[in-house]
Nanobody, 124 residues
């Protein structure tokens, strides 16, 4: 499974960005998909995760109400819509896939494959 994240960039506080992650693999619809981020000088942090059917979504408290995760199984893609961005959202954002797909997890250790990351910078 290969994951390719895109859509990062520079945006002012209060603005929006939409991240995309394209995946290979014939069993994409059976994967749980997640987004994580790593801010400068900090560890990797859970952002959001989505069940294989798209009916169960988890969010970090810090992004709840501002970010929305979605997926398009026909296109083998997962998205992260980020609104009302804050400077503290500045990070490298990574998409990840859990090929077991039986439950939705917040722990990075549950995810088997990772994209290369896309940089999001929010200016104040």
């Amino acid at each position: 499974v290969q994951l390719q994240a895109s859509g990062g960039g520079l945006v002012q506080a209060g603005g929006s960005l939409s991240l995309s992650c394209a995946a290979s693999g014939r069993a994409f619809s059976s994967y749980v998909l997640g987004w994580f981020r790593r801010a400068p000088g900090k560890g990797r942090e859970f952002v959001s995760a989505l069940s294989r059917g798209g009916d169960i979504a988890y969010y970090a408290d810090s992004v709840k109400g501002r970010f929305t995760i979605s997926r398009d199984n026909a296109k083998n893609a997962v998205f992260l819509q980020m609104n009302s961005l804050k400077p503290e959202d500045t990070a490298v954002y990574y998409c990840a896939a859990d090929i077991d797909g039986s439950s939705v997890y917040r722990s990075a250790s549950r995810y088997d494959y990772w994209g290369q990351g896309t940089v999001v910078t929010v200016s104040s």
